[in-house]
């Protein structure tokens, strides 16, 4: 280390240089929460595979690289610029007999296209309100359903025609049993 007056200025700029570069550090960590995302899926579910993959990355360190992108250069990007250059997207594909339903989420909005036989038969977006309701547009944009949750933890649909229905509480815990 250099013991003269010059090390100690270039530590200074490089620390004013951080400073300035990297304000915005707390932030949404995309690169590193996709990162993680990811990983949980690797192995079918098993978590003995994530944990070895997972091990493996820290020690490569790929966590680390992602960690410290996401501080200093994409989040300080976002920060700036208000757009994170990492994607914050989220792709799923259901199978429903020969139907595919590919469900596209990027912040509060999901899209969906329902496929059949790789025919495009229906495509809409729903979109989460900062009230709470989550509204089903089609694609040219009309409201076709809104849904909120009721105090009993329901689930209220309203058509756009104004027909409603609820699902009850034990009916989404049958859902999500199966």
Not at 82 to 110: A, C, F, H, W
Not at 154 to 168: F, H, K, Q
């Amino acid at each position: 280390m250099r013991t003269d007056g010059m090390g100690a200025k270039v530590l200074i700029v490089v620390l004013a240089a951080t400073i300035l570069v990297a304000p915005g550090c707390y932030g949404p960590f995309k690169l590193t929460k996709g990162l993680h995302e990811w990983n949980e899926d690797v192995g079918d579910g098993e978590k003995w595979v994530s944990e070895l993959v997972f091990l493996g990355l820290i020690i490569l360190p790929v966590y680390g690289l992602a960690t410290l992108g996401d501080a200093i250069i994409f989040n300080s990007i976002e920060f700036w610029t208000g757009d994170n250059p990492i994607d914050g997207s989220v792709s799923t594909v259901l199978e429903d007999g020969d139907k595919l339903v590919y469900l596209d989420r990027d912040g509060e909005q999901v899209s969906v296209r329902v496929c059949d036989n790789d025919q495009l038969i229906d495509s809409s977006q729903l979109v989460t309100h900062d009230d709470g309701r989550t509204c089903r547009y089609d694609a040219d944009g009309n409201l076709l359903a809104t849904a909120t949750v009721g105090a009993d933890g329901s689930v209220i649909i309203t058509n756009a025609d104004g027909s409603r229905r609820v699902i009850t509480q034990d009916q989404l815990d049958a859902l999500m049993t199966k």
